[in-house]
């Protein structure tokens, strides 16, 4: 393409399409940009490469078959997206989660938060050639990768809430174990900070570079790290306190220019934020019955031997001697976590197998078309996830299974927001903003 | 989440949004779509016997208010202070086929604080389009409209050659329709007999051009 500006010089310009095979655009982004030499005139992003029918799909399950998807939505942040979508089907039914169980997804919540900054910031960081800091940071990931596997059994697919609470408790020790690793995560992050916050490289790329105002920013719906490093502390634990939020104290760090290097810098600071909430839920929660006496338990197999032998009446005495973090495990703790509803939520393991309405109980839950049902409505509802505000719009008719689930993916906005700031700048530009954007696809193309 | 909920004929959508973005609506959180065409039909694989089970949550009397009341979301009875806001859509047929809604968000880009939200629910019939393209107002409709259109078909008056989003060009129907089949497969695509090999969708390797 080429025109003839007013000087009478002939400006020549011509496509380039980056991605989708482009590592830094994460093997699922096409971006096509029009460029004079290597200034950006005009960018176009495509997307839709990871698109999973996320919607589709939640309208043919019933409603807890939908969180494992969630999980899928964005997979660096998995517990926030299954307390999301709990959250807003509690919601429309008017149910209220235990105490404990919604510290137990406060914890979560803010353990993934951690691991989608550091994954966002070691990224980007690699991204600009600092393989170090990756690797620093993908190892602190790592060690909260081992807790959340020690408390929902996957490090990713995590599918850790049901509707009415969560799956298992806080397997023991839990709280002494984080708080060694977050030192070690703290260190972590102390290491990456001296490596990159003053590194005369990382801000020559950083500064300035992928500038966004207030008031565009707002304009394009962007929430989230992307938001605050404008200067708008707007989030929504502080905006709209779900769970026990307005419990905790906790700071909503904010940039000021809103480039590259103050998202960068919102988000190291988020990481000691989520922390904290960590550290304080511990210091709250109530306690929960972790351990009962040797005499009161008897091995699973056991147990099921006593059934099959006709000691039904002795059952009711007696647990069943599992792993607490075991789904529908445990009839002693299991009231702290999960909501004691029998038209929510599946009953304890002993009572489907110790007596006859457990049995029942637990066949109506999971038999096609009997499954728990969500009086008819409509309902929005939204968390802070690692990139901002993710809403799910929920429509139930009555069924067992979602009549409508629309997903608000926060990391959408800031994609469109691209063909606003990419012009003007350079196409080595691109890779830290792309990185800042932190584009999870899943999330993204659903 | 404080929300106020109201319900404006399609017609008039674009007249109410830009009066409510004049309000200081600045924020467009979130517009999608939901298909009322199998509102009330039973799901596949039903026992009837199942929908004749009382479910204690399914006798509640729900307590409607009419649209435009304030409020919460909708509500359950049992819980005072949670008003309904818009009454349950009646069993099919409905009057319009689809719902769309937008979610404005007055927030104060000072404090940081959510001055308050409006959900504007519009009735769109299917067929010829009737709602008018906000991106004018919010520069990211352009994609949540596209989306629409993708998943929904629902078109915009001034935006006649709106593109897909998420979906190909090629893609045969709008997949959230509720009477778009799960299992349905989709056409291979691919370069079509005949088509020169320069075509785009052509996996083949450019000829080094030779510079005069």
Redesign the interface.
Same mark, same amino acid.
């Given at each position: 393409m080429s025109e003839t500006t007013e000087t009478g010089r002939r400006r020549k310009s011509y496509l380039l399409n980056m991605g989708p095979q482009h590592p830094a655009m994460h093997g699922v982004i096409r971006l096509v940009l029009e460029l004079e030499g290597e200034r950006i005139l005009k960018s176009d992003a495509e $997307?839709?490469y990871l698109?999973r #029918?996320f919607?589709?799909?939640a309208?043919?399950e019933p409603w807890n078959n939908v969180v494992p998807w969630t999980d899928r939505l964005n997979y660096v942040s998995p517990l926030i997206n299954n307390a999301g979508f709990c959250l807003a089907v509690e919601?429309? #039914?008017?149910i209220v989660v235990p105490e404990r169980g919604q510290y137990l997804r406060m914890i979560t919540s803010e353990l993934s938060r951690v691991t989608d900054h550091l994954t966002c910031i070691g990224a980007s960081a690699m991204e600009l050639g600092a393989f170090t800091v990756f690797l620093y940071l993908i190892k602190a990931r790592e060690y909260i990768y081992q807790l959340v596997d020690n408390i929902t059994g996957a490090r990713i697919t995590t599918s850790y809430t049901r509707v009415g609470g969560v799956k298992g408790d806080l397997p023991e020790g839990f709280a002494e174990r984080t708080r060694e690793v977050f030192q070690k995560v703290r260190q972590a992050i102390k290491d990456s900070d001296l490596l990159l916050t003053k590194n005369r490289i990382f801000m020559d790329r950083m500064e300035g570079t992928g500038v966004i105002s207030?008031?565009e920013a707002?304009?394009?719906?962007i929430t989230g790290p992307f938001l605050?490093s404008t200067?708008?502390?707007?989030?929504v634990r502080? #905006?709209?306190p779900y769970l026990l939020y307005d419990r905790v104290d906790f700071e909503?760090p904010?940039g000021t220019t809103g480039d590259n290097f103050d998202r960068y810098l919102c988000r190291m600071a988020e990481l000691e934020q989520s922390m904290r909430i960590v550290e304080q839920c511990f210091d709250q929660i109530p306690a929960g019955k972790h351990s009962l006496e040797v005499s009161e338990m008897k091995d699973a197999f056991v147990f099921q031997d006593m059934g099959k032998g006709g000691q039904t009446a002795l059952l009711k005495k007696y647990m069943a001697k599992v792993d607490q973090t075991l789904a529908e495990s445990g009839r002693n703790y299991r009231p702290d976590i999960l909501l004691q509803n029998p038209?929510f939520v599946m009953p304890a393991k002993e009572d489907t197998y110790g007596n006859i309405e457990g049995l029942m109980n637990h066949f109506e839950t999971v038999?096609?078309?009997?499954g728990i049902? $969500? %009086? %008819?409505?409509?309902?929005?509802?939204?968390v802070e996830g690692g990139n901002g505000?993710l809403?799910f719009?929920i429509?139930s008719?009555?069924?067992?299974?979602p009549? @409508?689930v @629309?997903c608000?993916p926060p990391c959408?906005?800031p994609m #469109?927001?691209l063909e606003?700031i990419l012009p003007g700048s350079y196409v080595a530009d691109i890779v830290p903003t792309f990185g800042s954007v932190n584009m999870i696809a899943g999330e993204l193309?659903? | 989440?404080n929300?106020e909920q109201r319900r404006v004929p399609a017609e008039k959508a674009f007249e109410e949004l830009a009066k409510l973005k004049g309000e200081g609506y600045? !924020?467009? +959180?979130?517009m999608?779509a !939901?298909?009322y065409s199998?509102?009330?039909k039973? =799901?596949?694989?039903? +026992?009837s016997d199942?929908?004749k089970?009382a479910?204690?949550?399914?006798c509640?009397d /729900?307590t409607h208010s009419i649209a435009g009341a304030t409020g919460e979301? &909708?509500?359950?009875p049992?819980?005072p202070g949670?008003p309904?806001l818009?009454e =349950?859509r009646p069993a099919a047929p409905v009057s319009t086929r689809f719902d769309v !809604?937008y979610?404005l968000m007055k927030?104060d /880009?000072?404090?940081?604080?959510?001055l308050g939200r409006v &959900?504007l629910h519009c009735d769109v019939p299917e067929g010829a389009p009737v709602l008018r393209s906000v991106k004018s107002l919010? =520069?990211?409709a352009?994609?949540l409209e596209r989306e629409v259109w993708d998943?929904f078909g629902i078109g915009f008056v001034d935006r006649p050659d709106i593109k897909?989003?998420? /979906?190909?060009e090629e893609f045969q129907g709008h =997949?959230?329709r509720k009477d &778009?089949p799960?299992t349905k497969r989709q056409p291979l695509i691919g370069p079509k007999e005949g088509e020169p090999p320069g075509n785009p969708s052509f996996n083949h390797v450019e000829q080094p051009v030779k510079y005069e």
């Open positions: $997307i839709g698109h #029918a919607e589709k799909h309208e043919t919601k429309l #039914a008017g207030k008031e707002a304009a394009y719906g605050r200067g708008v502390p707007y989030d502080r #905006a709209h909503v904010v038209s038999m096609w078309t009997w049902k $969500i %009086p %008819p409505g409509e309902v929005y509802s939204a505000e809403g719009h429509v008719s009555g069924d067992d299974r009549y @409508r @629309r608000r959408l906005n #469109a927001a606003k193309d659903r | 989440m929300a600045n !924020v467009l +959180v979130d999608t !939901v298909d199998a509102w009330g039973a =799901p596949k694989g039903d +026992v199942a929908f089970r479910h204690p949550m399914e509640a /729900l979301e &909708y509500g359950t049992h819980l949670r309904t818009d =349950p !809604v979610r927030l /880009l000072q404090s940081g604080e959510d &959900y919010w =520069p990211i352009d994609w998943m897909r989003l998420l /979906l190909y =997949p959230l &778009y799960i």
